[in-house]
Structure formats: C-alpha cells, structure tokens
C-alpha cells in the first residue's frame, strides 16, 4: 500500500486565491511527521512546513497551512493568497518513528501536485 | 551561510560505465541522506549517515549502488556498471540529527545514461 497518496497530478489556481493540496498517509506508527515540499522548475527541494502526529494544533507558516486531521489520515496543505511564484510541484512526505529514537530516519514521499498559478 | 551542495550537477555517461556523485552537507549537520527522483516521480530513499553510526541502506536499489561518508561531512555515492534505469535526479540532503525534523536538499545531479 501507498503510505503517502497525493490525488492530484495537476491543479490551477487564480492568483489571490486559496488552494487545497490534498495528502493522505498510511503508517501504523503512533509517531510521525508529515511535512510539505515546494520544488520549482529549477529542481531545488524548499521545505514548507511540518506537522508532528501529536501536535494539538494545525501548523502554519505564513501563507501556509496544513489541515492536519489525524482520524481521517489527512495532511492537506492551504495555500491562501496564492502567487504567480507559487507555481511548482509540491511533495507531502512523512517520516515514522520517534524522532529521539532516531529510528525510520527517511522520509518517504508521496507522488506529488503540479500547481500552476494563473494570473 | 552556505548550503548543501552537489557535484556534478549534470553528468551523462554510457551505459556500463562507473559514476561518482559528491554531496557536501551543511556544516554541522550530522545526517546526510541520499534520494533519487526518477522523471514526474516522488523522490526515493537511498541510503542515510549518521554521525558514526552504520549507515542505513536499506533503500539501496542494487548492490551496484554504494556510499561514504569520508570524516563525517562530505559523501560520495557511487554507482556501477550504469544501467538506462538509473537515470535520474540524485538529490542529496542534510539536518542537524535524527531528532531534527527538517531536512535541507542540494540542488542535485541530473544523472544521463545513454
């Protein structure tokens, strides 16, 4: 089975406007992190925001947020006031395990969102 | 301050031959972990050093694949006798620990095998 499912293969968005990327994740692991990456054309890999399975609160980091709802096993990613260079593919990705035990140290990816961001 | 980096960052060889790419991490960073991201695809786990730790390769694709670490910074991943199927992005990345949640990536190698 999948253990980060990204429906997604494209999405468009006007500028100004809000976007939801939808992330869905399978671990039987009672500790874990999801986290979002940005990767533009030119390849790099720029880390958006994280959210930890026993955070009480849903992360957010500027225009960012992860709507994080842990019964449903869904970490989507809100984008509001969406920018021209907003436009790139974006990765949810999950790392299992506690990160003290120092144990499932990678992340696993999911297949990632192409958003394009329409003026 | 400075970044990871990655050299080369494009790099074309024939099929059979030996390549080496380089990964030099951020500073500090004791975590050092190797992906791949073949064309329109996620990116898959290689391999991961920790400080002295044995490293964890368990995401290896063949025994054709192997890494350092030389003095706990800079990595070499090597792969032999290239195969069609190995190309791709080979992005490297760095954190602080294990008990750090953010990973920072290089820019990657563009690897070719004709």
């Known amino acids: 089975a999948q253990k980060i499912t990204q429906t997604q293969p494209g999405m468009f968005v006007q500028e100004k406007e809000a976007v939801t990327l939808d992330c869905t994740y399978d671990?039987?692991?009672?500790?874990?992190?999801l986290f979002w990456y940005k990767q533009p054309s030119s390849g790099e890999m720029i880390f958006l925001i994280y959210?930890?399975?026993?955070?009480?609160q849903n992360a957010t980091e500027g225009r960012y947020s992860l709507n994080f709802q842990k019964a449903r096993k869904s970490a989507n990613l809100v984008i509001s006031a969406s920018q021209l260079g907003d436009s790139a593919m974006y990765f949810c990705?999950?790392?299992?395990?506690?990160?003290?035990?120092?144990?499932?140290?990678?992340?696993?990816f999911g297949s990632g969102t192409q958003l394009t961001v329409l003026p | 301050g400075a970044g990871v980096s990655q050299s080369p960052s494009n790099k074309v060889t024939e099929k059979g031959k030996d390549v080496e790419l380089r990964c030099d991490p951020i500073?500090?960073?004791?975590?050092l972990y190797w992906y791949r991201q073949s064309l329109g695809q996620g990116l898959e786990f290689l391999i991961y050093?920790?400080?002295?730790?044995?490293?964890?390769k368990s995401g290896l694709p063949s025994d054709r694949f192997s890494a350092e670490r030389t003095g706990g910074s800079v990595s070499t991943l090597t792969i032999q006798r290239t195969q069609q199927e190995d190309s791709a992005v080979y992005l490297c990345?760095?954190?602080?620990?294990?008990?750090?949640?953010?990973?920072?990536f290089g820019p990657g190698t563009r690897l070719t095998v004709t």
């Open positions: 990345a760095s954190s602080l620990g294990t008990a750090s949640y953010e990973q920072y």
């Open positions: 959210q930890g399975s026993y955070d009480q």
């Open positions: 671990t039987s692991d009672p500790s874990y992190g």
């Open positions: 990705a999950m790392r299992e395990g506690r990160f003290s035990s120092g144990s499932a140290r990678q992340l696993t």
């Open positions: 050093f920790q400080g002295n730790s044995a490293p964890d």
């Open positions: 500073s500090g960073h004791t975590a």
